[in-house]
């Protein structure tokens, strides 16, 4: 991967404008998310990587990407009607840098709720076990980009669930950024 000189001002304007949302993952899953990426991650070292949920795309650069679907559960605030979906979006992109420090930035999509159609994207309720799923994914991805790991396997399985209705790419904000399409994607 070859950064661009001015990459590092970009990550660091970046991080600067990203690292409020943690408020959208409530405190027990903070935990896992970051738990679970520590765990991994730390077998990367001496490489130090960090882990940042962000709102926003991040800015042009030396960013690769990964996507990944699991299975999650959506309240509404509004109505309070509750939903589960099996394409619960996630996205992370990643760089390395100077091969001693590495960045994943990660963003939850939501989806709006068919009952009171209010327009706002309520935030997935993600559970444990399609946690460590998604970050185990990107950590063999990460592996097999940077540290040699032979075709990683990815895990495409999910919590066990029976969906009622279909997906409706109107009510999802993955859909709506044109993310949704396909299940497992890279770059």
Request: aromatic share 14%; with cysteine.
């Amino acid at each position: 991967m070859v950064l661009s000189p001015t990459s590092q001002e970009n990550l660091e304007v970046s991080i600067s404008t990203v690292t409020s949302p943690t408020h959208y993952l409530q405190k027990p899953m903070e935990i896992v998310w970051h738990g679970e990426f520590d765990k991994l991650f730390a077998q990367y070292y001496p490489t130090q990587w960090y882990l940042i949920p962000t709102f926003e795309l991040p800015a042009e650069g030396a960013w690769r990407s990964f996507k990944d679907s699991a299975k999650v559960r959506f309240q509404c605030s509004g109505c309070g009607h509750g939903w589960t979906s099996m394409k619960g979006r996630v996205i992370f992109w990643y760089q390395l840098q100077n091969h001693n420090v590495g960045y994943v930035m990660f963003k939850l999509y939501g989806q709006q709720c068919i009952k009171c159609n209010n327009g706002k994207f309520e935030h997935a309720m993600w559970y444990p076990e399609e946690v460590i799923k998604v970050i185990g994914n990107v950590y063999n991805r990460i592996g097999q980009m940077y540290f040699g790991f032979h075709k990683p396997p990815l895990r495409i399985d999910r919590r066990a669930g029976k969906p009622r209705n279909q997906h409706n790419s109107e009510l999802c904000q993955a859909c709506k950024e044109g993310l949704c399409r396909e299940e497992w994607a890279f770059s």
